[in-house]
């Protein structure tokens, strides 16, 4: 009995192992596809789990390829394309594939524009022949192109990238799709991937962590420090110094986080984030507006001084709101980074779990400063009422 069910758990283990190797161990060299086309040469890509498959002809100059994902989502579309002009997804010429809400499988050819919009039309080169199958999981643009003698070696772009409604929506601009460019010769056969998005990424990184930490922490902890602190008074007047080190040191790293950003959105025509970038600029001119009323602020005694805290609170409150939303929409930009984001909503909760601990102890000190001012002024009151009894007596 033993024997047996040893026998069988090996037997098991042996299958499950055969499977794992030949699984990890089938490249595109050994793939068959459905229509059993043959392939002299192809390249498994280094993202997107994607593969290029393709035979030149030389005597005519036209190529028959066949791009192929791996484990390709129904609500998401596939794009592979060439693109003279650089490694990047802009005025490129594409051929894209998708299925239908209906079921239909549906592919074209696009000629990617600088806002990255993928409406059918026509190439700079002849595809007189693209299909697409959808099999076992696997989603294939089957083609053949034309090639002029500038595109026999060139940049090779490939991308995945959800659905809205039957249409391509925007694809994600980080991690593998920030990386799924290279070189392709024909020819040679020769494959190269780049790493031309990879200084992009850091960029964007940066830009990332310097807003974060500026307007979305250093921001909030001043506003902690004003709001808390200034009631304890063994405090005294370091509250207000620490207050300004951390807006003030918030604003220049900000500035920096912005300049970043607005150098990145500089770099990548086509490729917009408008609620993004429209919240940043309405958040460096609040916090411009904010150091400026610094140089503006009146005397504690001053008539004026009412309305400026009216000001400087409106807008020191709402630029820190503005700028943890529009942290959260730049997580939503950077999604690879999930790290961060549950980072910072650690942040948050920490940050927000101090005010409300101060909000309650604060409000117990002005509580007990008032209870003992109406004490003091009470018994201050009686004894001078019994003084003047008894000067009258």
Same mark, same amino acid.
């Given at each position: 009995?033993?024997?047996?069910?040893?026998?069988t758990?090996?037997?098991?283990?042996?299958?499950?192992? =055969?499977?794992?190797?030949? =699984?990890?161990a089938?490249?595109?060299?050994?793939y068959?596809?459905?229509?059993?086309q043959?392939?002299?040469?192809?390249?498994?890509?280094?993202?997107?789990?994607?593969s290029l498959?393709?035979?030149?002809?030389?005597?005519?100059?036209t190529?028959?390829?066949?791009?192929?994902k791996?484990?390709?989502?129904?609500?998401?579309?596939i794009?592979?394309?060439?693109n &003279?002009?650089g490694?990047?997804?802009?005025g490129?010429?594409a051929?894209?594939?998708?299925?239908?809400?209906?079921?239909?499988?549906?592919?074209?050819?696009?000629?990617?524009?600088?806002s990255?919009?993928?409406v059918?039309?026509?190439l700079?080169?002849e595809v007189?022949?693209?299909?697409?199958?959808?099999?076992?999981?696997?989603?294939?643009?089957?083609?053949?192109?034309?090639?002029?003698?500038?595109?026999?070696?060139?940049?090779?772009?490939?991308?995945?990238g959800?659905?809205?409604?039957?249409?391509?929506g925007?694809?994600s601009?980080?991690?593998?799709?920030?990386?799924?460019?290279?070189?392709?010769?024909?020819? =040679?056969?020769?494959?190269?991937?780049?790493?031309?998005?990879?200084?992009?990424?850091?960029?964007?990184?940066?830009?990332?962590?310097l807003?974060?930490?500026?307007?979305?922490?250093?921001m909030?902890?001043?506003?902690?420090?004003?709001?808390?602190?200034?009631?304890?008074k063994?405090?005294? &007047?370091?509250?207000?110094?620490?207050?300004?080190?951390?807006?003030t =040191?918030?604003y220049?790293?900000?500035v920096?986080?912005?300049?970043?950003?607005?150098?990145?959105?500089?770099?990548?025509?086509?490729?917009t984030?408008?609620?993004?970038?429209?919240?940043?600029?309405t958040?460096?001119?609040?916090?411009?507006?904010?150091?400026?009323?610094l140089?503006?602020?009146?005397? &504690?005694?001053?008539k004026?001084?009412?309305?400026?805290?009216?000001?400087?609170?409106?807008v020191?409150?709402t630029?820190?709101?503005l700028?943890?939303?529009?942290?959260f929409?730049?997580?939503d930009a950077?999604?690879?980074?999930k790290?961060?984001?549950?980072a910072?909503i650690?942040?948050?909760?920490?940050?927000?779990?101090?005010?409300?601990?101060?909000?309650?102890?604060?409000?117990?000190?002005?509580?007990?400063?008032?209870?003992?001012?109406?004490?003091d002024?009470?018994?201050?009151?009686?004894?001078?009422?019994?003084?003047?009894v008894?000067q009258?007596?």
């Amino acid at each position: 009995m033993e024997k047996s069910l040893t026998a069988t758990v090996l037997l098991s283990c042996t299958l499950l192992i =055969s499977l794992f190797v030949s =699984s990890s161990a089938q490249t595109c060299g050994t793939y068959t596809f459905s229509n059993n086309q043959i392939y002299s040469t192809c390249t498994n890509l280094p993202q997107l789990s994607c593969s290029l498959h393709w035979n030149y002809h030389s005597s005519n100059m036209t190529a028959d390829i066949a791009f192929r994902k791996t484990g390709a989502s129904t609500s998401n579309w596939i794009a592979w394309a060439l693109n &003279p002009s650089g490694a990047r997804m802009a005025g490129s010429q594409a051929l894209v594939a998708y299925r239908r809400s209906n079921g239909s499988l549906y592919t074209y050819t696009t000629q990617v524009d600088g806002s990255g919009s993928m409406v059918p039309g026509s190439l700079s080169f002849e595809v007189p022949n693209i299909t697409v199958d959808y099999s076992g999981g696997d989603m294939t643009i089957f083609a053949t192109l034309k090639l002029t003698s500038g595109l026999l070696s060139t940049y090779q772009v490939w991308q995945e990238g959800p659905l809205s409604g039957d249409n391509p929506g925007p694809h994600s601009l980080s991690g593998e799709n920030g990386q799924s460019v290279g070189s392709l010769d024909f020819v =040679s056969g020769s494959v190269n991937s780049t790493g031309a998005t990879s200084s992009k990424a850091r960029k964007r990184n940066v830009h990332g962590v310097l807003n974060a930490v500026s307007w979305g922490i250093l921001m909030p902890v001043g506003i902690i420090i004003a709001r808390y602190l200034k009631v304890f008074k063994s405090a005294g &007047p370091a509250w207000f110094y620490l207050h300004a080190i951390c807006q003030t =040191s918030g604003y220049a790293v900000g500035v920096a986080g912005w300049a970043t950003g607005m150098k990145l959105g500089s770099d990548s025509p086509g490729i917009t984030y408008d609620t993004h970038r429209n919240l940043g600029i309405t958040i460096f001119a609040l916090g411009t507006l904010q150091v400026l009323a610094l140089l503006l602020r009146p005397k &504690p005694d001053h008539k004026y001084r009412l309305y400026w805290n009216i000001y400087h609170h409106t807008v020191g409150y709402t630029t820190v709101i503005l700028s943890i939303f529009n942290i959260f929409e730049g997580f939503d930009a950077l999604d690879r980074e999930k790290n961060w984001k549950k980072a910072y909503i650690g942040v948050l909760i920490f940050l927000g779990s101090v005010a409300v601990v101060l909000e309650a102890v604060t409000w117990m000190i002005v509580i007990k400063r008032k209870k003992t001012a109406n004490s003091d002024k009470h018994a201050n009151g009686v004894n001078g009422y019994g003084s003047r009894v008894q000067q009258t007596v």
